[in-house]
């Protein structure tokens, strides 16, 4: 079993659409967890950053960790085809500056 | 703020030749900075974790005599892929960790690796 579990996708939604991608893992140490945007043939820019469980919101992106479920979400409202990505969750114990990374989701935006 | 710059964006080589990738944050210090690798449709591999001014620490598999790097400032480090073999091609990304503890790491625009 891998540490962190993520549906490779394709994912296709239609403009508008709220999109929700998913990750769980099975290290309970993990504290810290980040998603990341990766457009094809670039480096992945980091959206969001959470510590522990909660949500955070910036913008149309939204971001849910469940610590004692092992699950993390990103849920983009009103999505756009400039959204069209894939995006990676990745996280990472205290102390440890490794990120375990899942195997990304590949999404499209249709318009 | 948190820019990390990669030179170059694409590279061809022959085989056998040696090409160099630098990483580099621009608007911050960085004390660690990491080296990925990354195939067509899969997540990033590390390759190593590189400190200023210390050897790196390789990962498991991963040979430092080919992959040779070094972290000689707090806002540069090097790749060098020596001998290059078609198999050596591939995505390879940097990313800098600020001297914030707590911090995550923001990574470079990648550089793609031919080798003919």
């Known amino acids: 079993q891998k540490e962190v579990e993520q549906d490779p996708g394709p994912l296709s939604v239609p403009e508008g659409a709220i999109v929700s991608l998913n990750c769980t893992y099975s290290n309970s140490a993990f504290q810290y967890f980040m998603w990341y945007r990766q457009y094809s043939r670039k480096g992945p820019e980091l959206l969001m950053y959470?510590?522990?469980?909660g949500n955070k919101e910036d913008g149309r992106f939204t971001a849910q960790v469940d610590k004692s479920s092992k699950y993390i979400s990103l849920f983009i409202r009103d999505s756009q085809p400039s959204d069209s990505a894939t995006y990676l969750c990745a996280m990472s114990n205290f102390g440890n500056e490794k990120l375990t990374f899942g195997t990304g989701t590949r999404l499209t935006i249709i318009p | 703020g948190a820019v990390v710059s990669q030179h170059p964006s694409w590279v061809i080589c022959k085989s056998g030749t040696s090409v160099k990738i630098e990483c580099r944050s621009l608007?911050?210090?960085?004390?660690?900075m990491f080296w990925y690798r990354q195939f067509p449709k899969q997540s990033l591999m590390l390759m190593a974790t590189?400190?200023?001014?210390?050897?790196?620490?390789?990962e498991q598999g991963v040979e430092k005599d080919k992959f040779l790097i070094n972290h000689a400032s707090l806002t540069l480090s090097t790749l060098t892929v020596t001998s290059a073999h078609p198999e050596d091609s591939s995505f390879y990304i940097c990313s800098a960790r600020r001297l914030a503890s707590t911090d995550t790491q923001y990574f470079g625009p990648g550089t793609r690796l031919t080798v003919l």
């Open positions: 959470t510590y522990s469980s």
């Open positions: 590189s400190n200023e001014g210390s050897k790196a620490t390789y």
């Open positions: 608007d911050f210090q960085a004390t660690t």
